[in-house]
């Protein structure tokens, strides 16, 4: 028989996939990249891009669940996000551009170097959404409150973060699974139109950046 303290492991895990699973869904910029390089024909690209937003929420969810909530969110740390998301969404948006205007910018080879730069894309992105501690604040609270655990221990808040972003990671990883299996039945028109997507996500997003680190700074 399952003592209740491994039973509130067991929870802790299966509702930090769910939470994970969750917090994936809504279209965003590592969303739409996934997609994106999925369209291309880059599967170990997409692949890379989710493990690097995994493992961005990861550290955030570490960082918040120990204790440091506070400090991710305090005007001082914002700053400096807000003017590194502003710096990451330019490149993005450049990049986006440049391949919207090329035509032969579709189903191209992978380059060598694609896990990386992938995971780097995943993780810069992902890093730039410090919000995402809310997230993992609001979302701990309610499995606490549901009481399918005795206690929150260290042990407990790190499985919880790590089933969290393996779940976020699964997603976007069946995700890139899905879309690379049929990208071949899909017109290259749909993949211009997710470049043109693209190019408006990352335009509102850094005016919205931009905004907010002016309001920061004042």
Not at 4 to 30: E, H, K, N, R
Request: hydrophobic share 55%; aromatic share 12%; proline share 3%.
């Amino acid at each position: 028989m399952l003592s209740y303290d491994l039973t509130g492991y067991i929870a802790a895990v299966l509702f930090g996939i769910i939470l994970g699973f969750l917090s994936a869904i809504p279209a965003g910029a590592v969303q739409i990249q996934v997609i994106r390089s999925s369209l291309r024909g880059h599967r170990n690209t997409a692949v890379a891009i989710a493990l690097g937003s995994g493992v961005s929420d990861l550290t955030y969810g570490l960082l918040t669940l120990m204790g440091l909530g506070g400090f991710l969110m305090s005007a001082r740390f914002q700053i400096w996000f807000y003017a590194l998301g502003v710096a990451v969404l330019c490149f993005m948006l450049a990049r986006s551009v440049r391949d919207y205007r090329r035509p032969d910018a579709g189903r191209t080879a992978e380059a060598p170097d694609c896990r990386r730069v992938g995971f780097l894309t995943g993780f810069t992105l992902a890093i730039t959404n410090p919000s995402i501690v809310l997230w993992w604040i609001v979302g701990f609270k309610v499995f606490l409150d549901l009481g399918l655990s005795p206690g929150a221990t260290v042990m407990l808040r790190i499985a919880f973060v790590l089933a969290g972003a393996g779940g976020l990671s699964g997603y976007l990883i069946i995700l890139a699974m899905v879309i690379h299996r049929v990208h071949h039945a899909i017109p290259d028109t749909v993949f211009r139109r997710m470049n043109l997507a693209l190019i408006a996500v990352f335009v509102a997003l850094t005016a919205y950046f931009i905004y907010q680190f002016v309001l920061h700074v004042r």
